[in-house]
């Protein structure tokens, strides 16, 4: 049950449907007996200033987290921007302060390399081809550059946004070699999704599914349906997955921290 002193986090987004979050929060909140909730909030694009005002009035509002497609945009409208929010130029995590300021950062990229790592795929050395330049891109981009991967290629409809993105990449991780992609993800090791296509049914695919190749990692950033249909489609031709949903459990303790929750894990 719910009582009146517990506080309140969130995870805003459009569409919100598909969000894992609460869950895993809640989960979390009576595995530890957090006087906590999370709760999914549809805010969609045009209302998004609004709904970030309301929840900032929101006094037991603690923090929330950032789902597509308000990454960027929320980063514009927080007090503050710290790690790698200030260098991504998006967040999906933000956190009120003491004096009711909101601090947001990005932990997307940092909880897909520990979901990776979780699950058997190291990232050092390997080449990565990534489909998107939003914020999840950008964030995963960034993340794997610091993992130690040899070769990034990036594609977006957008041939600008990826273009950018690879300069901002190369600035900070100079030593890593960089290419603008086509939809063609042959010749890397991890091919990622980190698009919005896959959310609803009738999407198509964010990259040439047919062209990949065993032994490639197929790798999503979208957690519902746990199997996308891109990774149906790489499994039958014999790739490796790997589902969105590690990305969040690889950084729910990140999240965690941020937010003050952090508790020791159990004993063996």
Known sequence: MVAGHARLFAIIGDPIHHVRTP????AYFAEHSIG?????IHIRPEALEAGFAGLKAMANLDGFIVTAPHKERVAGLVDRLEGDGALVGAVNTVRREPDGSFTGTMLDGHGFVAGLARAGHGAA???VYIAGAG?????LAFALAG???ARLTIHNRTRARAEALLAAVETAYPRIELALGTRDPRGHHMAV??????????DGFSFDVDLVEPPTLVAE???KPETTALLHAASARGCPIHQGRHM???????MMAYFGLARPAAAA
């Open 147 to 149: 993992a130690g991967i």
């Open 135 to 139: 914020g999840a891109a950008r964030a």
């Open 23 to 26: 869950a895993v929060f809640n």
């Open 36 to 40: 906590a909730v999370c709760v999914p």
């Open 193 to 202: 999704n980190a698009t919005p296509l896959g959310l609803e049914p009738g």
């Open 221 to 223: 950033v979208l957690m």
């Open 125 to 127: 050395g390997r080449s």
């Open 248 to 254: 969040l459990d690889g950084q729910r303790d990140l």
